[in-house]
């Protein structure tokens, strides 16, 4: 389930400088490699892709943390490469070969505890308290592949994660579907009274790709009679084609598409990142996505940047927009 970030986007079709390649590339530069383990990481692409999926998921947590708590991740951190090292180092072997079962156990243990660490927030596992467990064995007709992965909301209320995200009330005895398509919590945003989680997920439907951040509002006033809120941010839907060559950096990629499709409106997109920061100074946390665009037909390339503020009163969430825009290389197509 976690993790597929990396694969999904490598299916979307973006502009050609942007084009995912499946080389070995860890997260660090290779060419500077100077350690037995860097090198045999550089070498090894599952323990490649591992580390710059660490180095990815290890990112998200910081965007999300505070100061204090940036620096204790970063210790954390410090000390986990440090144990990495001298735990890998095959101790049967008189030279400096790796255990590269090790290396791959230990980026497996490291990669479980920055995904059960959302801040503010620790993952609980197995073993749910007793009206949490009785709840889900009543619901498991609709609920099969529930997992038992939940953080506490509440005395009585629970935010459930797995194949989905359901938020759960042992007081009212219900169940809510929230978020289906395996999302992934990338972090918390804590407000006056109200708490955001922050979702990513990655679909395909209907021969397209999409990319969508969703933002869930609990509201810690637990006898609110709103409880909860999806609130839908930044969402990019990709055009799929075929290939047709378009994977080489210099092709403009609207010259793969026909007439009829550019006259049908294909566009391409590119989800370039986001910020987490505190932007108007009231002491919460807001996020900037940036997402460019390339419209075929006006043969403009677009550069977006949403903005979303979280507020502590309603909406809740104010969005605004801006955009700048560049003429697209001609092309015969």
């Not at 049908?264 to 986001?274: D, L, S, T, W």
């Amino acid at each position: 389930m976690k993790k597929n970030v990396l694969l999904l986007s490598c299916l979307f079709i973006i502009f050609a400088y942007s084009i995912c390649y499946g080389t070995n590339e860890a997260s660090f530069d290779c060419k500077k490699a100077n350690s037995s383990i860097e090198k045999s990481i550089c070498n090894d692409f599952e323990l490649s892709q591992k580390d710059r999926e660490l180095a990815k998921e290890y990112n998200t947590r910081m965007k999300f943390l505070s100061l204090e708590e940036k620096n204790r991740l970063k210790s954390e951190q410090t000390a986990w490469l440090r144990k990495r090292d001298n735990d890998c180092k095959n101790s049967h072997n008189t030279t400096d070969e790796v255990d590269k079962v090790c290396l791959k156990g230990i980026y497996e243990r490291r990669m479980n505890e920055l995904i059960t660490n959302i801040p503010g927030f620790k993952k609980l596992d197995i073993n749910p308290p007793h009206d949490l467990e009785l709840l889900v064995s009543q619901k498991s007709d609709r609920f099969l592949t529930l997992s038992s992965q939940y953080y506490r909301l509440g005395s009585h209320q629970y935010l459930l994660y797995g194949d989905a995200i359901y938020y759960a009330d042992t007081k009212k005895k219900s169940i809510d579907l929230i978020r289906g398509g395996y999302p992934d919590i990338l972090g918390s945003i804590k407000g006056k009274g109200i708490t955001w989680f922050i979702l990513y997920s990655a679909d395909m439907k209907y021969g397209q790709v999409g990319m969508s951040y969703d933002a869930i509002l609990i509201n810690n006033n637990t006898s609110d009679k709103e409880p909860y809120r999806k609130i839908e941010l930044a969402s990019v839907s990709d055009t799929s084609i075929d290939e047709r060559n378009c994977n080489r950096k210099d092709v403009n990629p609207c010259s793969c598409l026909s007439k009829k499709e550019i006259n049908n409106g294909y566009k391409f997109f590119n989800f370039k990142g986001y910020d987490v920061t505190d932007l108007n100074g009231d002491g919460i946390n807001d996020m900037i996505f940036y997402i460019e665009e390339g419209d075929c037909k006006a043969r403009k390339h677009v550069s977006i940047k949403e903005t979303y503020y979280f507020l502590p009163v309603e909406p809740f969430v104010k969005k605004t927009v801006q955009k700048s825009y560049t003429k697209l290389p001609t092309f015969k197509n």
